[in-house]
């Protein structure tokens, strides 16, 4: 499985949302917090871009050298319609300071968040993150293409993700009327059944990680062939 500083930092490099909280910012719209664009550099400081007059922009400037705490809360909500949609919540917290330096175009700015602590709670669990640990982990490499691939496999894999089913041994109590994808990282896939008994999610990880978007497709045909085999085992 994917670890927390993982997990922490493919949320940092995804679409999902967030909001930078800053201490004595209160009564700002929360479009005003919400950075346009974010990344992580290489020693592992997170990057947020806002415009050069919002507020937080304001507020790291009038720090000047004093030490600006902030924390960048981050919402994971699933890309396809499913009940409780919500996947999963980060907390990078540290110093934030100005990027002048880097390019962000016109009446634009970068601001840099130090990291001092992290955590996550998704479905994997609550955990905490060193800062340490945040620096030296990667994002997953689906984390770009996750949104995408998880609609496409709901809209034209209705049947497919059925079969899985069959290879969630002893936990498909219910009869499933619907299967929906909901997570995918280079393990595996997570998928939510649901029908008349209720609802359950089920992990299916694959052979070996996918190590890229480009070797995904054979990880999913081998997933679902197998799945194939054992919910029609009178055509083998």
């Known amino acids: 499985m994917p670890s927390a500083a993982e997990r922490t930092r493919t949320l940092v490099q995804s679409t999902a949302s967030a909001v930078l909280v800053v201490p004595g910012l209160d009564g700002v719209r929360q479009d005003e917090i919400t950075p346009g664009e974010r990344t992580t550099g290489t020693d592992g400081d997170v990057f947020l871009l806002f415009p050069a007059d919002s507020p937080a922009v304001r507020a790291a400037t009038h720090a000047e050298a004093d030490e600006l705490p902030a924390v960048l809360e981050i919402t994971d909500v699933a890309p396809v319609a499913v009940s409780n949609r919500i996947r999963g919540r980060a907390w990078v917290a540290g110093w934030l300071t100005c990027a002048r330096e880097l390019p962000a175009g016109p009446g634009r700015v970068w601001l840099r968040l130090e990291v001092g ?105 081998a997933l679902f062939e197998a799945a194939y085999e054992v919910a029609h085992p009178e055509q083998h």
């Open 117 to 221: 602590e992290a955590s996550v709670d998704d479905l994997w669990g609550a955990e905490p993150v060193a800062p340490e640990d945040f620096v030296a982990a990667a994002p997953d490499p689906l984390v770009a293409h996750e949104a995408e691939l998880l609609q496409h496999l709901a809209s034209s894999h209705a049947d497919q993700l059925d079969w899985l089913c069959a290879l969630a041994s002893g936990a498909c109590g219910i009869v499933p009327e619907r299967a929906v994808p909901l997570a995918l990282d280079r393990f595996g896939l997570r998928v939510r059944f649901t029908g008349d008994g209720g609802a359950f999610d089920a992990r299916f990880e694959f052979r070996s990680p996918v190590p890229g978007p480009e070797e995904l497709h054979r990880a999913m045909y």
